[in-house]
């Protein structure tokens, strides 16, 4: 695939990020034809990713959360979302529908939504050195509105 | 954000206007769990996200807090006003067994 432009994001895991983050990443995708539809959609993973960073990654700490957004001239876009947190153990059982490790509030959808509202899920993770999610999702445009 | 409360006879309505997330959630959580403690004599409790902007799966995890608390009051919830998006999500929880859920009309 073709590279057309690129964006990096670092930022402080802190809860009032989680808007800003989804609203910059798909604002700046929004660069490519794509529907209202498909715009909420990249907000959405965002949201998960980020969340995830936040309430598992660095749970009892402020970290950094790293965001590459990459647009593709296929009409492609690539967000990874990174953290140097707590990491992964069991990355299939994490990735299972209701699976959550926290429980409470948490409803364990945040996996099954960003594969859900995307292409492709790609989870690398390594305990006690951190996370990568990434997604790829390809776009129809506002013609398939 | 903001939560409405408004409350006719045995029916507590709670209007959810903008975005729910972690961030947001637990101020909404507040008001809507304020609201069930409140009206000991309601039955149902309508969350009405008619005004919702966006939602993540936070949305789901507020529903689910707020099936269990009403349940524990003997109140049942209904889930009022859902964007296709949300109700798709909604839909990949067990929500649909525990609560009933409309979306809204979009025209
Ligand atoms: N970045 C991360 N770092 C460490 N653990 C993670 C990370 N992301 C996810 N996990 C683990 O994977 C589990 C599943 O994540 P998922 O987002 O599907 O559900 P959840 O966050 O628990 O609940 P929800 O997203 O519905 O609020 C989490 O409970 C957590 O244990
Ligand atoms: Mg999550």
Redo the contacts with the bound molecule.
């Keep these: 695939m073709r590279k057309i432009n690129e964006l990096k994001l670092i930022f402080d895991s802190k809860s009032i990020n989680e808007s800003f983050s989804r609203m910059a990443v798909s604002a700046f995708a929004a660069q490519l034809d794509m529907s209202v539809e498909e715009l909420g959609d990249i907000k959405t993973v965002v949201s998960?990713?980020v969340?995830?960073?936040i309430?598992?990654?660095?749970?009892d700490t402020i970290g950094k959360i790293y965001i590459t957004c990459t647009v593709f001239e296929e009409g492609v876009v690539r967000i990874s979302?990174r953290?140097k947190?707590?990491?992964?153990d069991d990355?299939k059982?994490?990735?299972?529908?209701?699976?959550?490790?926290?429980?409470g509030?948490?409803?364990?959808?945040?996996?099954?939504?960003?594969e859900s509202f995307s292409d492709s899920l790609r989870?690398r993770?390594k305990v006690g050195v951190?996370?990568t999610?990434t997604i790829e999702k390809k776009l129809k445009g506002k013609t398939n509105d | 954000m903001s939560v409405t409360i408004k409350n006719k006879s045995t029916v507590i309505y709670a209007f959810i206007k903008g975005e729910i997330d972690?961030h947001s959630a637990p101020e909404i959580r507040e008001n809507i769990d304020d609201a069930i403690l409140l009206y000991e004599n309601a039955k149902l409790v309508v969350l009405d996200f008619g005004g919702v902007t966006f939602m993540?799966?936070?949305g789901?995890?507020l529903v689910m807090g707020r099936y269990r608390l009403a349940s524990q009051q003997g109140k049942k919830i209904r889930v009022d006003n859902l964007s296709d998006r949300d109700f798709r999500i909604m839909k990949m929880?067990g929500i649909p067994k525990l609560a009933e859920i409309n979306k809204r009309n979009e025209e």
Aim: charged fraction near 20%.
């Design positions: 998960e990713a969340t995830n960073c309430v598992h990654a660095y749970r979302v953290d947190g707590c990491g992964i990355i059982k994490a990735r299972e529908p209701l699976y959550t490790s926290l429980g509030e948490r409803s364990g959808l945040g996996f099954s939504v960003m989870v993770s951190g996370t999610v | 972690h993540d799966s936070s789901v995890g929880s």
